[in-house]
Each structure stands twice: as C-alpha cells, then as structure tokens.
C-alpha cells in the first residue's frame, strides 16, 4: 500500500513537470539574445566608460552601437550625442562638433547637440557666434518644465565655474542665459550681480541685486551688496559727469549728476553738479533759442532748421525747442506755399529761371519736396535745350535761327548777362551781313 502512495507521488510530480515543460517549451525554443547585439546595453556601458574617461573605448562601444541603431533616428542622435560628449571632454572640439552634427541631422532641435554646439562656438569664438544656439536651446526647451529646469541648471552651473576661475564675464553671460530660463531665481541675480562688481559695472550690478532683493527681501547679504553697489555706482556716475561737463556737454553731465544722486542720495558731488549743470544748460538753452527766432524772423528756414537741430541735440528735454518747433514747421510751411505762388507766376511769364530760383529755394527749406525737385529739373531742363540749340544753330551759320533762340532764351533767363552778351553779338554779325550785302 506505501509503494502504490509513492507510485502514484511521483507519477503526480511527473505529468505536473510535463505540463510547465510544455507551457514554457516556446520560451526555451527562442535563441538567447547574444549581448554583442544588444544596442542598449552597449550604449550604457558607453556612457559609463565616459564617466570613467575611457574615451577611447567609450568611442569603440558607440560606434557599433550606432550600426546597431540604425533606422532609428531618436536613437542614433543619442549615439551622437554621446560620442560628440566623448571628443568634447577630450578637447577635441572640431570631432565633437561632427559628431553634434549628426546628431541635428537626425533630429533636428536636439537640445543636447544645440548646447554642446553652442559651448564650443563659446570657447572658440565668443558670446556672439554662440548666442544663437543659446536661443535656440531655449526655444527647443518649449513650454517643458523639465526639460526648462534642466537647461536652467546646467547654464547656472556654467556660470558657476567661470565664476570660480574669476571670468567674471563669461560668468555673467551664462547667468543671463539661465535667467533667461527662469528670471525669478534670487541667486542667479545675485551671483550676476557679483560678476558685474567684479567687472566694475556698478550700474548694472545695482540693477541685479535689486531684482534679486525684490525676489528674497530678508536676504541680509543682498542688501549689503546692494549698498555698497549703490555707492560705487554713483561715484563712477559722478565721473562720467565730470567729464563730459569739462566738453561742454551740458546736458549729459545732468543725467550723470541724477544718475548718482538716485543711487545715492547722501553724495556731495551729486547734489552739488546737479545744480550746475542745470544751470549752465538753462543758460545755453536762452542763448540757442534767441538765434533760432532770430533766423525764423529773418526768414532763414534752412539755417533755422540746422540750429533747432543743435538745440534738440544739446537739449531734447527743451520746452522751448518744443514750442520753437511748431513755429518753425508753420512758417516754413506757409513759406514755402508762398514759393510755390512765386514760381508758377514766373512760368506763366516763361521766366525759368526765376521759377528755377524759387523750386531751389524750396528745396532749401524742405530738401525732401518732390515736386519742386521735379519743378526745378524741367526748368533746368528747358533752359539747356534752348541754349544748345541757339549754339547749334550760330554753329551751322544761321544766325537768324540763333537770334530767334536767344530771343527766346533771354525771356527764360531775364537775369542772366551772358545771354544778353551772346544775343547782342548775334545781332551785330546779323547787321554786318545785311551791309555787306549792300
């Protein structure tokens, strides 16, 4: 009876083993994957041999991850991605950027390759050459939170470094570009505003600490910086008015003087320039109004209109220039209608050359009139055909022809003697002929 129980135990574990063979027969039937052909694992074990610096075996590792990911775009601009990491890391920037390249090619906007790119145009040619890729990564990055945060880090981190190995500028760039990202991180302002201290770009540095003390207002360590900023950057204003002042420049020195004096009010200098320099532009104002109504009454719109021009440029905030403007444009404009009466009265009268006189006389006034550009053309025009053709004619002999074109051109030119000279020569040779002829 104990055997039949064992009998049937095994026959019981026997047909069960049949069953789970036969379930898992398709399984065993596969071949295994061989790891030489697995593109994800070598890709892996790539980017591990990087953050170990084997770059060359790294390089071995991906390049046949590549032939196994082909056809598939996403995949093989990762690859690239990877390898262009490798040679970039290796200071080989013109392999890295190939590599970079590949990797655009196969999906275009490809944030990693637009970074290291633009990385290497950084190092190699400056903020300017490497800007665009800059944008363009910001752009790729879209409306991604993640992908946002990610880019932000990675441009504050680079600011860091440059920060560390004193490149104060570089630093300030790169804090730009992660703020561009996300413009209300307090410590990015604050470590930009560090930069341009170091730069001594005081004015700017008072600007970055302000933003960051508006986004974090206990932060003690803002607030000192941002006094000692304000204080530098009035003293550096306070220099720039000086200076300009000693060139006369009047107007420029005020802006200067408040500059400093917004940035810090309790500076002697400031208070002190403010007032003269105020003065003094008061006074040349008076002066340099007097001569513009002086050649506005006199008639002289042109120069007029130069010295309204030199007012503005000394003081663009003049009231009076303002007021002296509108004058100006509505007697000019009724000058130059008047003109207009003047010069078509001439050319009823065929005087071109009066109705020439007034067109250019216009023009003095309002270079940029069509009409009296054109005006002036037809009757410059005019005049020259008759004199070339009264020449033309003298020159063939007939003398007759000629008087009658001078004739003719001494109504178009009355003011003009050489005409008169040429006409009265003509008419002399005309007699002499007659007599002869007697």
Not at 61 to 76: F, H, P, Q, V, Y
Not at 105 to 127: E, Q, R, T
Request: net charge positive; glycine share 6%.
């Amino acid at each position: 009876m104990k055997d039949l129980r064992i009998c049937a135990r095994h026959t019981t574990i026997f047909l069960t083993a049949m069953v789970v063979f036969s379930l898992a027969a398709p399984t065993f039937a596969q071949p295994l994957k061989n790891p030489q052909d697995d593109a994800d694992a070598r890709y892996r074990m790539g980017l591990d041999l990087i953050k170990k610096a084997d770059y060359a075996r790294a390089l071995h590792e991906l390049s046949i991850t590549a032939s196994l990911k082909k056809g598939d775009d996403k995949g093989e601009a990762r690859v690239y991605d990877a390898e262009g990491i490798a040679y970039y890391k290796q200071g080989l920037n013109i392999e890295a950027q190939g590599e970079f390249g590949k990797a655009l090619s196969k999906a275009p906007g490809d944030i990693d390759a637009l970074y290291y790119i633009g990385l290497i145009n950084y190092k190699v040619n400056g903020y300017t050459a490497a800007s665009r890729y800059f944008n363009e990564i910001i752009a790729a990055g879209g409306k991604d939170a993640k992908v946002r945060d990610s880019l932000f880090r990675k441009f504050f981190n680079l600011g860091i470094d440059f920060q560390n190995r004193g490149k104060s500028s570089s630093a300030a760039e790169m804090f730009g570009e992660a703020l561009g990202l996300k413009p209300d991180d307090p410590k990015t302002h604050f470590y930009r505003g560090q930069d341009y201290m170091a730069l001594e770009r005081y004015g700017d540095a008072v600007s970055e600490f302000r933003k960051a003390l508006a986004l974090k207002p206990d932060s003690t360590k803002t607030k000192a910086q941002l006094e000692a900023s304000k204080k530098l950057a009035a003293e550096d204003a306070v220099k720039d008015a000086k200076s300009v002042l000693g060139k006369g420049e009047y107007y420029s020195a005020l802006k200067f003087y408040k500059q400093a004096a917004s940035y810090d009010p309790s500076n002697a200098d400031a208070k002190k320039g403010t007032a003269k320099s105020s003065s003094l532009l008061a006074a040349r104002t008076r002066e340099e109004c007097s001569k513009v109504k002086a050649l506005i009454e006199k008639g002289d719109f042109a120069d007029a209109k130069d010295a309204l021009a030199a007012l503005k440029k000394q003081n663009p905030d003049s009231d009076e220039a303002k007021s002296l403007s509108v004058e100006l444009a509505a007697k000019s404009a009724q000058a130059i209608n008047d003109l207009f009466s003047k010069a078509k009265k001439a050319e009823d009268a065929e005087a071109l050359s009066r109705a020439e006189e007034f067109y250019f006389r216009i023009l003095l006034i309002e270079p940029s009139n069509k009409k009296a550009a054109n005006n002036e053309r037809l009757m410059s025009g005019k005049i020259s055909d008759e004199w070339k053709k009264a020449k033309a004619a003298e020159a063939e002999g007939n003398l007759a022809l000629a008087e009658k074109r001078l004739e003719k051109l001494a109504v178009y030119t009355p003011d003009d003697p050489v005409v008169k000279v040429d006409l009265k020569r003509i008419m002399s040779g005309i007699r002499d002929k007659q007599s002869h002829k007697r």
